[in-house]
């Protein structure tokens, strides 16, 4: 059972931003994640088909989750996408992987590029990260600019690392070190 939740995030770059999910976000998530598009793309956590219970199992997820950083894409208050920070632990504790994904029908209009721009630079100076970084499937060159615009440098090539849809693929590797973080 789902239970309503007031927003308790929110950065936006009118009309565009990012929020808090809330229950409230079930049938605009159900409708742009389900998408085999959309789903190549992203990790098999991110099911595909997507149906109304994996909407309902991920938002109750996001709505208690406590340690990650899960927030809604949206374009005038209605979700249109999603972006998160997952932190490191241990040793890693210092840096965040960030993934994303939006509906079909909202790409190739720079709204992932200004949701990773808002999201990257909450994780600075917000959340105090030192480094935010990225893997990118290789079949997915519009993600690897999202990142560039957004000042990510590619940092390398896991080779055939990636088993997605009975394919072998190569992810690359990107990030971005919070100004002034030049190393040890």
């Given at each position: ?98 993934g994303y994904w939006l509906g079909k029908a909202h790409w190739r209009r720079g709204i992932a590029t200004r949701a990773v721009g808002l999201l990257t630079d909450h994780a600075f100076r917000e959340l105090g990260f030192l480094r935010v970084w990225a893997g990118v499937f290789a079949n997915n060159p519009a993600s690897m ?40």
């Amino acid at each position: 059972m789902l239970c309503p939740m007031t927003p308790r995030f929110e950065l936006s770059s009118p009309p565009y931003g990012i929020r808090s999910f809330r229950v409230s976000d079930l049938e605009a998530l159900v409708r742009n994640a389900d998408d085999p598009d959309v789903a190549a793309s992203l990790q098999d956590c991110f099911p595909h088909p997507y149906r109304e219970e994996d909407g309902r199992r991920f938002l109750e997820h996001a709505l208690r989750e406590k340690r990650e950083v899960l927030l809604a894409i949206v374009e005038e208050d209605v979700l249109i996408g999603g972006i998160g920070l997952v932190p490191g632990g241990d040793v890693h504790a210092h840096q965040a992987e960030i993934g994303y994904w939006l509906g079909k029908a909202h790409w190739r209009r720079g709204i992932a590029t200004r949701a990773v721009g808002l999201l990257t630079d909450h994780a600075f100076r917000e959340l105090g990260f030192l480094r935010v970084w990225a893997g990118v499937f290789a079949n997915n060159p519009a993600s690897m600019r999202v990142l560039e615009k957004n000042g990510f440098e590619r940092e390398g090539v896991l080779r055939r690392s990636v088993r997605k849809n009975g394919r072998f693929l190569d992810q690359h590797l990107f990030a971005k070190l919070a100004a002034g973080c030049a190393g040890a």
